[in-house]
Every structure is written in C-alpha cells, then in structure tokens.
C-alpha cells in the first residue's frame, strides 16, 4: 500500500518533469524564454534571502 503511494507519486513526478523537458527543448532556441527563466530565479534567489536574513 505504502509502495503504491510512493510509486504514485514517483509516476506524478517523472510525467512532469518529462514535460518540462519537452517544453524547454521546444523553447531552446529562444531568448527571451531564457532571460524570462533568469529573472524569475533571481526573483526568487532575492526573495529567499530577503526572507532568511530578516529572521
């Protein structure tokens, strides 16, 4: 029971990252698709230490 749950979850994960996958080799090519994803990840980079320093 507890395996089917985990194997469950394992399937969840791996369907989405293979469509990550597929979106980012469609997206390759592109670079706004690039400094869009860069910003969003300094977003949160700032955000988490804005968020840890002021604890």
Same mark, same amino acid.
């Given at each position: 029971?507890? #395996?089917?749950?985990?194997?469950?979850?394992?399937? +969840? #994960?791996?369907?989405?990252?293979?469509?990550?996958? @597929?979106?980012?080799?469609?997206?390759?090519?592109?670079?706004?698709?690039?400094?869009?994803?860069?910003? &969003?990840?300094?977003? &949160?980079?700032?955000?988490? &230490? +804005?968020?840890?320093?002021? @604890?």
């Amino acid at each position: 029971m507890i #395996l089917n749950v985990f194997d469950n979850i394992w399937t +969840s #994960l791996t369907e989405w990252s293979n469509e990550c996958y @597929k979106f980012i080799m469609n997206h390759f090519d592109e670079p706004f698709f690039w400094i869009i994803l860069a910003i &969003i990840l300094i977003a &949160i980079t700032f955000w988490a &230490i +804005s968020d840890l320093a002021n @604890k």
